[in-house]
Nanobody
């Protein structure tokens, strides 16, 4: 099985930066994709940034383009999300997810890390 653990969330003022970390363990060989999602209270969960290795592509929400950057370290089985110029509307629980090669959806999810951006 795959286990994902997010870290790096916290309270930050608008305009500040945070780096989220997703550490994967278990059966992580050649995943189809990994991504960051977020969900704010009363809102639907949305894709923030994803790496689709199987398709050889990256995808991100329009609202974070130019501010957020995804990166990864294969040797450490770790994915990062650098968040710059944070806005109050970025406040949400951020989740890391993994999709195995051949899977139709993201079937493994972390517990989430809270990001709160104050004015």
């Amino acid at each position: 099985q795959v286990q994902l653990v997010e870290s790096g969330g916290g309270l930050v003022q608008a305009g500040g930066s945070l780096r989220l970390t997703c550490a994967a363990s278990g059966r992580t060989f050649s995943p189809g994709g990994m991504g960051w999602f977020r969900q704010a209270p009363g809102k639907e969960r949305e894709l923030v940034y994803a790496i689709n290795w199987q398709e050889g592509s990256l995808s991100s929400a329009d609202s974070v383009k130019g501010r957020f950057t995804i990166s990864w370290d294969n040797a450490k089985n770790t994915v990062y999300l650098r968040m710059n110029s944070l806005k109050p509307e970025d406040t949400a629980v951020y989740y890391c997810a993994l999709r195995q090669v051949g899977a139709a959806q993201y079937e493994y999810w972390g517990q989430g890390t809270q990001v709160t951006v104050s004015s």
